[in-house]
């Protein structure tokens, strides 16, 4: 089984910064790409960064400048800062990660359950 369990949301004034956090946990022979989505009622679930197991990185437009995602492999971990949060950016943010449990194995996408970050103005 794998596990990824996402924390640091939270209520946040415009202007403000949380730091998301997603530990990946149970056995696997390798996780390749991480990412951060997000999703509001009534929309599809959107892209807002990615990074590879090298650690090229990719960003939606709306949040280029602003957040900024990383990872620590030996914690098989990734993070979203956010910065200069804006209103837009409330949703629900999900992580992402693509692993292959074992050597023989193709790899497959895996999400965690969520974390709410609410933004007032």
């Known amino acids: 089984q794998v596990q990824l369990v996402e924390s640091g949301g939270g209520l946040v004034q415009a202007g403000g910064s949380l730091r998301l956090s997603c530990a990946a946990s149970g056995r696997f022979f390798s996780i390749n790409h991480m990412a951060w989505y997000r999703q509001v009622p009534g929309n599809q679930r959107e892209l807002v960064a990615g990074i590879s197991e090298g650690g090229t990185t990719n960003s939606a437009d709306s949040v280029a400048g602003r957040f900024t995602i990383s990872r620590d492999n030996a914690k098989n971990t990734v993070y979203l800062q956010m910065n200069s949060l804006k209103t837009e950016d409330t949703a629900v943010y999900y992580c992402?990660?693509?692993?292959?449990?074992?050597?023989?194995?193709?790899?497959?996408?895996?999400w965690g359950q969520g974390t709410q970050v609410t933004v007032s103005s």
């Open positions: 992402n990660a693509i692993i292959r449990m074992t050597k023989w194995e193709a790899a497959a996408t895996y």
